[in-house]
């Protein structure tokens, strides 16, 4: 399966040239309702910001990757990708990098974010989180599923037209590096997990860019966005 990021010029170049991804701390998105999702469950006022302090715990260690299923989407070409000057970058996500439960608190496969247009309130119905810290819940428990969608996965169904699929890693998880004061967190892709390249209406270096996709990854399919001239969709020209 191969989902997309939308990024800007300077940052796709870091990655087809690193080949390595960032992850990021939920502080560090745009909408400001992340990790905002709490049950008010049954109990008194203690036991709601015991469970609103553990969340957030969860949210301080943890560093989540948000990709889409549209390489095609004006409006994210024109929100993430610099107005159209910037790259989508088409990943395989099918190997344990993505997928595997021991590596993963949330992976791609349970990652599909949920939109609606009321936050659930509801007390939870499954089990609690457990009392010890994020720490020692390195990889993904179905126990937990319901509280993971509420702290990772719930969104306003406004950003319903972003089509996000999310893997979310313990800040220590082994193949992660950690920069410094970024709250970002880098990992290692494997060959060949670029699939595609999908090139902006408006990116400028267009021959640059080509070398450089060439050179560091041959195999990957490569495309230039265009106007489609007849609707208000985006089409993509494969390069030979």
Request: glycine share 4%; hydrophobic share 40%; aromatic share 12%.
């Amino acid at each position: 399966m191969i989902l997309y990021k939308y990024m800007k010029y300077d940052a796709a170049v870091r990655l087809l040239t690193s080949n390595t991804i960032a992850f990021s701390s939920y502080v560090n998105f745009n909408d400001p309702y992340e990790l905002s999702c709490l049950a008010y469950g049954p109990g008194n006022i203690n036991n709601m910001m015991k469970m609103h302090n553990q969340i957030n715990l969860w949210g301080r260690n943890s560093v989540i990757l948000c990709l889409t299923r549209d390489p095609l989407n004006p409006l994210l070409w024109a929100h993430y990708a610099e107005s159209h000057k910037g790259i989508v970058i088409g990943i395989d996500v099918s190997t344990p990098q993505f997928t595997s439960l021991d590596e993963n608190i949330i992976p791609v496969q349970f990652g599909n974010v949920i939109y609606t247009k009321t936050q659930p309130k509801d007390p939870f119905f499954t089990a609690t989180f457990p009392e010890t810290e994020i720490d020692n819940f390195i990889g993904f428990n179905a126990n937990y599923l319901e509280k993971l969608q509420r702290a990772f996965l719930y969104k306003s169904h406004h950003w319903a037209y972003e089509e996000e699929v999310r893997i979310v890693k313990h800040k220590r998880c082994n193949h992660l590096t950690e920069l410094p004061g970024l709250n970002v967190s880098t990992m290692k892709l494997r060959d060949n997990a670029i699939k595609q390249i999908h090139i902006g209406l408006k990116t400028k270096n267009h021959n640059e860019f080509m070398s450089i996709c060439k050179e560091n990854h041959p195999e990957a399919e490569i495309y230039q966005c265009m106007i489609n001239g007849l609707s208000w969709d985006m089409i993509s020209v494969l390069q030979e």
